[in-house]
């Protein structure tokens, strides 16, 4: 595969569609990590001591990174792309997905309550996983038929991604809403599906789909409630596409499920980061 310094002369669209980002973004990605990195030098020198200097150059990792997040190959397919070993390509992976995630992050769970926004959305999308060797019950989703696992996503009125949390498919939407650490101003307008029933006993200020009782058809004033909460929710849904366009989180999830929720917080910092520039 080109390095960084060859695939920067391709136009901005094939650029986007092999890294997920603009040009502008990931040149905004490495300076962030480049100057995180030089921190990380001065505040700890002697773990600098003894280690090998990487083969590949700061935006090589970088897009190496993306490029895994972006296209899942498998470590085997991503060492022949960039003509290194599997092994290697794991070790700059790992490295650099916890650096991103710590200079491209999401915003404070604490603005929530702080400086409320007039208005959020909330949805869980759920991801498929390989069968798991032990413990696989918790795991098996009834609805999907197979085990997974599922992310549970916050949205601003502007698309803002504000909040992750992730847990295994058997768990009830409504459920992970009650487990996470969400904390919302009771100003705040609370927008979410008919996986959320009983929502209004935990946040009064929120509005989910009336629900049709069997042998009783729905009423005008209920249709059109459904249909305006479904426009104003529509939202959501495009920006859950816009994380599934990195489709570590769309194909069958080949990790250790404990990294799960660090794969997808990175992939919701980068949709947000894509988002800004628009």
């Not at 400086?115 to 759920?126: C, G």
């Not at 249909?227 to 989180?249: D, P, Q, T, Y």
Request: charge should be positive; hydrophobic fraction near 30%; aromatic fraction near 8%.
């Amino acid at each position: 595969m080109k390095k960084y310094q060859e695939i920067e002369t391709d136009t901005s669209e094939t650029f986007k569609r092999m890294t997920g980002l603009s040009k502008d973004n990931f040149q905004d990605l490495g300076e962030k990590a480049n100057t995180y990195i030089e921190e990380e030098k001065k505040r700890n020198p002697l773990k600098q001591r003894g280690l090998r200097k990487s083969k590949l150059s700061l935006e090589d990792g970088i897009l190496l990174t993306l490029y895994y997040l972006r296209h899942y190959p498998t470590f085997i397919n991503l060492a022949d792309v960039f003509e290194n070993r599997s092994s290697y390509c794991h070790k700059i992976y790992s490295r650099y997905a916890r650096i991103l995630a710590k200079v491209e992050t999401l915003p404070n769970r604490k603005n929530l309550t702080l400086n409320p926004p007039d208005t959020l959305i909330i949805d869980v999308s759920e991801q498929p996983i390989e069968r798991p060797v032990k413990g696989q019950k918790p795991y098996y989703s009834g609805q999907k038929k197979r085990h997974t696992v599922k992310v549970q996503i916050l949205v601003s009125a502007i698309g803002e991604i504000l909040s992750v949390d992730c847990a295994k498919g058997k768990q009830h939407d409504f459920s992970i809403f009650k487990e996470s650490d969400v904390r919302i101003h009771p100003d705040s307008e609370l927008l979410a599906d008919s996986g959320y029933q009983g929502l209004n006993k935990f946040h009064k200020n929120s509005i989910i789909p009336l629900k049709k009782k069997k042998g009783i058809p729905h009423t005008d004033e209920a249709k059109a409630h459904n249909k305006a909460l479904s426009k104003r929710r529509i939202l959501i849904e495009n920006i859950n596409r816009l994380g599934k366009i990195f489709r570590c989180v769309k194909d069958v999830f080949r990790g250790k499920h404990k990294n799960y929720g660090l794969t997808w917080r990175l992939v919701a910092a980068l949709v947000n980061l894509r988002c800004s520039s628009i």
